[in-house]
């Protein structure tokens, strides 16, 4: 395995997906509901990020040429998802879900994607995987960078937990205010990051 390719795998990964900087996030969506479905979030929000980023490694390139749609394109559908979160927080309305899968769906959106698999986080795996000219070595540390990065996610929404019990109900209201203005300015900079892009590609 390539060892320098994998440590430059976690830390880019890291710096995009930005574990420590969705903890506010996470604890805004699911800090008032049962431990169990808060540690089952935990867990599901990186297996879906898990599941996305992997789809698009494999297959990525392919998939976004067959439908014609550019990483500019994805920027801005993730900009304008996580802007519609953002103002749900900022109001204090509950993010809409499905009767009975509240759980489920917070993990599915905006946890596991846009937040975490969001368009960052899946062009630079489309780029590592295409400079790595199929190379076992480097494939292996792609996978294992990608794995790593969503196994400290996992820990680090999994024991912010323990912030609940310091901050009370006041604290989550207040944390979930401050969560949609900072969702609010990465999904305004997601579609700023998207205009940008259209502009340069003529």
Same mark, same amino acid.
């Given at each position: 395995? *390539?060892?320098?390719?994998?440590?430059?795998?976690?830390?880019?990964?890291?710096?995009?997906?930005?574990?420590?900087?969705?903890?506010?996030?996470?604890?805004?969506?699911?800090?008032?509901?049962?431990? +169990?479905?808060?540690?089952?979030?935990?867990? %599901?929000?990186?297996?879906?990020?898990?599941?996305?980023?992997?789809?698009?490694?494999? /297959? @990525? %390139?392919?998939?976004?040429?067959?439908?014609?749609?550019?990483?500019?394109? &994805? %920027?801005?559908?993730?900009?304008?998802?996580?802007?519609?979160?953002?103002?749900?927080?900022?109001?204090?309305? +509950? =993010?809409?879900?499905? =009767?009975?899968? *509240? *759980?489920?769906?917070?993990?599915?959106? =905006?946890?596991?994607?846009?937040?975490?698999? @969001? =368009?960052?986080?899946?062009?630079?795996?489309?780029?590592?995987? !295409?400079?790595? *000219? /199929?190379?076992?070595?480097?494939?292996?540390?792609?996978? #294992? /960078?990608?794995?790593?990065?969503?196994?400290?996610?996992?820990?680090?929404?999994?024991?912010?937990?323990?912030?609940?019990?310091?901050?009370?109900?006041?604290?989550?209201?207040?944390?979930?205010?401050? #969560? /949609?203005?900072?969702?609010?300015?990465?999904?305004?900079? &997601?579609?700023? +990051? !998207?205009?940008? @892009?259209?502009?340069? @590609?003529?």
């Amino acid at each position: 395995m *390539d060892v320098t390719l994998y440590l430059t795998v976690v830390v880019t990964l890291f710096v995009i997906m930005d574990p420590p900087g969705a903890i506010p996030i996470f604890l805004s969506l699911v800090g008032r509901k049962s431990r +169990e479905v808060r540690n089952r979030a935990a867990w %599901q929000a990186p297996a879906v990020s898990l599941t996305v980023i992997s789809v698009f490694a494999i /297959g @990525g %390139q392919a998939i976004l040429s067959y439908l014609h749609i550019g990483i500019p394109a &994805l %920027q801005g559908a993730g900009g304008l998802l996580l802007l519609l979160i953002a103002l749900e927080l900022l109001t204090g309305r +509950e =993010p809409t879900r499905s =009767p009975g899968n *509240d *759980d489920v769906n917070v993990a599915l959106v =905006p946890l596991g994607t846009p937040l975490m698999a @969001g =368009p960052g986080a899946i062009a630079a795996v489309i780029v590592y995987v !295409s400079q790595s *000219d /199929g190379k076992a070595a480097s494939l292996l540390a792609i996978a #294992a /960078g990608i794995l790593t990065i969503h196994v400290v996610f996992f820990l680090v929404l999994r024991f912010s937990t323990v912030l609940i019990r310091l901050l009370g109900q006041g604290g989550i209201t207040l944390l979930a205010r401050i #969560a /949609g203005l900072l969702l609010a300015a990465i999904a305004v900079q &997601l579609i700023a +990051e !998207s205009v940008r @892009g259209f502009v340069a @590609g003529g």
